[in-house]
């Protein structure tokens, strides 16, 4: 997870809804910054089913139509339609809701393209920064360890037989696994590498018989353009997987609101999607797209709990107020951070990016022993009501609901 930043416009603009000419767009440019719009279509009523198309028939003439039609990222998903266009009119998102409010025959959802990441703090920076891993590893130095072999041993959670995941798909959207995961830091406590490697492994380890799969949003600095991540969700959900888990470790302070549409309707019953709550801390209000849990009811937001002896502690980096369940996310140990971390100074991995797959893991091991049925009941929705209604009391804490073993 990591901080948003909004690509944002700034200069004059032109006032008329889809009268603006080509010049005069290449006009503003010279005073005007660039904003990236992402839009989400169903062309239900155009026949053929295109998004060229469909973006004819639901733009006015003018630079709105142009832009979209000459986007560069634009991606069919049948029958949706995403795209990003870039405009210099300060204007823009106000256009763009006049043809949300008049367009009667196809849904339209926009919204400004923002920059997500890996799991970073209040900094704005696109990684965990040092001093971030450095103050994890201190709220981690009072927890219990929790190790390859507690993995390895997990029979139980919350007196629910652990199943091995069999016949459930898991997509994790980031940077990719293997090779594509580049983080690196150097600290005081150790060599930190890796983060979608450690989601990878922590998953495997839970549920060994599940079937893993990268989709990659991310740089390899762990930058995640907002619409790449809606483009790997509309992919998955076309892919039309059962027993469908997303996990999503990643995000920043500002929405993207094309994402909520694609997680809580398009996604609604055919993927429960867990996403890390970021470790902001209390300064921090926000953080997306966890904090569409309050809207999506297939979504669970994710905070990180320890333990330190029998009493299941509340990390401090939590952000505030995002969260619906909480899942072990302080000092892991699973087998991708033995030989350069965990074996040598005792001190695991920790943050909400990897507590949301530890919950991904438990939501496989339920939908294995339960089975899955989108259109009845073991659907995403209530898989995610059941993962909540079963998790322990935090005492002390509002979120109160953690998945431990």
């Not at 997680?263 to 470790?279: F, P």
């Not at 333990?307 to 995002?322: H, L, P, R, Y």
Request: proline share 4%; charged share 15%.
């Amino acid at each position: 997870l990591i901080s948003a930043l909004f690509i944002t416009a700034c200069g004059s603009a032109n006032t008329d809804l889809g009268t603006v000419t080509n010049a005069e767009d290449v006009e503003l440019s010279v005073q005007a910054t660039t904003t990236e719009y992402n839009v989400l279509i169903r062309y239900t009523q155009v026949s053929p089913q295109t998004c060229n198309k469909a973006i004819y028939s639901i733009f006015p003439s003018g630079y709105l139509r142009t832009a979209a039609i000459n986007a560069s990222f634009k991606y069919e998903h049948n029958p949706y339609c995403l795209f990003t266009l870039k405009t210099t009119n300060s204007n823009a998102a106000t256009h763009l809701a006049n043809i949300k409010t008049t367009n009667i025959e196809h849904f339209f959802a926009f919204s400004e393209n923002v920059l997500y990441g890996l799991d970073g703090g209040s900094s704005g920076s696109f990684d965990p920064t040092c001093d971030q891993i450095e103050a994890m590893d201190q709220d981690a130095d009072d927890m219990d360890q929790i190790d390859n072999t507690a993995f390895d041993e997990a029979t139980t959670i919350n007196n629910v037989n652990f199943y091995p995941g069999t016949g459930v798909n898991i997509a994790i959207v980031g940077t990719g696994t293997g090779g594509l995961d580049k983080f690196s830091c150097n600290l005081s406590t150790g060599t930190f590498t890796d983060h979608d490697n450690h989601i990878e492994s922590i998953i495997s380890e839970l549920v060994p018989n599940a079937t893993i799969k990268d989709y990659v949003a991310c740089d390899g600095d762990g930058v995640c353009p907002s619409n790449k991540v809606a483009n790997q969700l509309l992919t998955i959900w076309k892919e039309n997987n059962p027993r469908q888990i997303v996990n999503l470790s990643l995000g920043g302070h500002n929405p993207d609101y094309t994402h909520e549409y694609i997680i809580g309707t398009i996604m609604q019953r055919k993927a429960l999607v867990v996403a890390s709550a970021g470790n902001g801390g209390s300064s921090i209000q926000a953080h997306y797209p966890a904090s569409f849990a309050n809207s999506a009811t297939n979504m669970l937001s994710v905070a990180a709990v320890g333990k330190d002896s029998s009493n299941i502690e509340w990390a401090d980096f939590n952000t505030t107020g995002v969260a619906n369940i909480a899942g072990p996310g302080i000092n892991l140990c699973p087998t991708s951070a033995d030989s350069f971390r965990c074996g040598k100074n005792e001190i695991g991995i920790s943050g909400t990016s990897f507590a949301a797959p530890y919950v991904a893991a438990v939501a496989a091991s339920y939908m294995d022993r339960w089975g899955w049925n989108p259109s009845g009941y073991w659907n995403a929705q209530s898989y995610r009501n059941r993962m909540i209604n079963r998790s322990e009391k935090v005492p002390g804490y509002s979120v109160g609901r953690a998945i431990y073993k």
